[in-house]
């Protein structure tokens, strides 16, 4: 996480990898500590490894909270829907009711008696016309009745698996919500069983990416939408690093993705993973600023392209919103929204 110190791959201008290797050199100067004070190199090395290991989970969580917000709008959608077929189905009902009344009423003799007892059969002829057409009517209304209740009974049916489906996400919210905990909780409880002078180094190095303006090379976005990402982007540089946040106070990685590209206009997945997949795939060497640069091979992490071999991410707790090497951990992947 915090120590990756990859070259940018080869593709990029030989001004771009010298910036780079200042920039490199800058932060291991930064991390720097005499050989004496270090003999905690694995708890360092385990505090990076919990918190990519919760970076992974949180991105699980940002996943199940996304799906059960879909399934809350679903369910609330449905149970609406079941709420209006309901009343529906009571007005025709009492339609219905009011025809066999009238029915009742005007047809409870046999049609040849109440012929013969008539005083007016013209009046009776008249009457059975009516009645008629009132039974063909009825017949109409029972068979949009029963249709409606059917419908009123698969709605209920699948409104059910959507909140079954919902409990299930709400379970696996929570599920990585414990994990990410566990592993922050883990991460502090081993930096702070590190001696003074070792925590104040780990510290330093994990706010070693440039937090100012970095010579960004004069790369210019390719549209306006990238420009206003990358603007909103370096507006959130300094603000911490909050598990599970879109801002605009705090961010995880994805969470700053989303946020930057919303005040574009543009509505990004929720997941990194997701984000990788959210435009078209280009070279690294063929970056432009407001790409989006996934890590990885399971994509727990991503940040946006600036220029010139840089990008600014979210990169774990404890560290702010900053400028890196776009080559500060393996398996980028550059995708353009």
């Not at 709420?83 to 066999?100: F, T």
């Not at 780990?202 to 070693?208: L, Q, V």
């Not at 206009?265 to 070279?283: D, F, I, K, N, Y």
Request: proline share 6%.
């Amino acid at each position: 996480m915090g120590f990756h110190r990859r070259l940018v791959p080869s593709g990029f201008d030989r001004g771009a990898s010298a910036a780079l290797c200042v920039l490199s050199a800058t932060a291991a100067a930064l991390g720097a500590v005499p050989a004496s004070a270090v003999p905690h190199d694995d708890t360092r090395a385990e505090v990076d490894r919990l918190y990519e290991q919760a970076e992974q989970a949180t991105e699980a969580y940002n996943k199940a909270d996304e799906r059960a917000d879909t399934l809350r709008k679903q369910v609330s959608t449905a149970q609406d829907r079941i709420a209006r077929q309901q009343e529906r189905i009571n007005s025709m009902r009492e339609a219905l009711g009011s025809l066999a009344g009238a029915q009742y009423r005007a047809g409870g003799l046999d049609p040849s008696l109440a012929l013969l007892f008539s005083d007016d059969p013209d009046d009776y002829l008249d009457k059975a016309a009516a009645l008629d057409r009132i039974s063909a009517h009825q017949a109409g209304e029972l068979k949009d009745l029963r249709e409606a209740m059917r419908e009123l009974t698969q709605e209920r049916v699948e409104a059910a698996g959507q909140l079954s489906e919902l409990e299930k996400s709400r379970k696996a919210v929570a599920t990585h919500k414990r994990t990410v905990e566990k592993k922050l909780a883990k991460a502090r409880e081993l930096l702070n069983s590190l001696p003074s002078a070792e925590r104040a180094a780990y510290d330093r190095a994990s706010r070693s990416g440039r937090a100012g303006m970095p010579d960004l090379g004069g790369a210019v976005p390719p549209n306006a939408r990238a420009g206003a990402a990358v603007a909103a982007a370096r507006g959130a540089l300094g603000k911490p690093y909050v598990w599970g946040s879109t801002g605009p106070s705090g961010f995880d990685c994805s969470g700053l993705m989303v946020w930057s590209y919303r005040q574009a206009g543009v509505s990004l997945p929720r997941t990194s993973q997701a984000q990788r997949h959210a435009g078209r795939q280009v070279p690294l060497s063929q970056a432009q600023p407001g790409d989006l640069v996934t890590y990885r091979s399971d994509a727990s992490h991503v940040g946006m392209y600036v220029g010139n071999g840089q990008v600014i991410h979210a990169p774990y707790p404890g560290a702010p919103v900053r400028y890196d090497p776009v080559g500060m951990m393996p398996g980028a992947t550059v995708t353009r929204v």
